[in-house]
Nanobody, 127 residues
Framework: VQLQASGGGEVQAGTSLRLSCTAS????????MGWFRQAPGKEREFVGA????????YYVDTVKGRFTISRDNGKNTVYVEMNSLKPEDTAVYYC?????????????????????WGQGTQVTVSS
């Protein structure tokens, strides 16, 4: 299984960036997908998640209203559109996958229980 994240870069505050994460080696629609980030010197932070079909999303308060997660199951790809970027959004961003069958009857989104992780893509926001 591979999760390949891309789209990171250096941008100015207030601008936008879209990250992509393409999966291979798994049945993509059997997985909830999450995005995480880790800033220098800080612990990894859960950013948000999307349900297997894309009809539901969840965001942490720090990004709610600015970030939008979507997915294209035909392309095995999940996206995060990041708008109104702030310097505090600077981090390495990771995508991760957790299998739907392991969360039946339980809350589908959350920061734990991910089976596979991407390699990360750096986002740097300058003021």
């Amino acid at each position: 299984v591979q999760l390949q994240a891309s789209g990171g870069g250096e941008v100015q505050a207030g601008t936008s960036l879209r990250l992509s994460c393409t999966a291979s080696g798994l049945t993509f629609s059997n997985y909830y997908m999450g995005w995480f980030r880790q800033a220098p010197g800080k612990e990894r932070e859960f950013v948000g998640a999307i349900s297997w079909g894309g009809s539901a999303t969840y965001y942490v308060d720090t990004v709610k209203g600015r970030f939008t997660i979507s997915r294209d199951n035909g392309k095995n790809t999940v996206y995060v559109e990041m708008n109104s970027l702030k310097p505090e959004d600077t981090a390495v961003y990771y995508c991760a996958a957790r299998e739907v069958k392991n969360f039946r009857g339980r809350l589908w989104y959350g920061p734990t229980g991910y089976d596979f992780w991407g390699q990360g893509t750096q986002v740097t926001v300058s003021s």
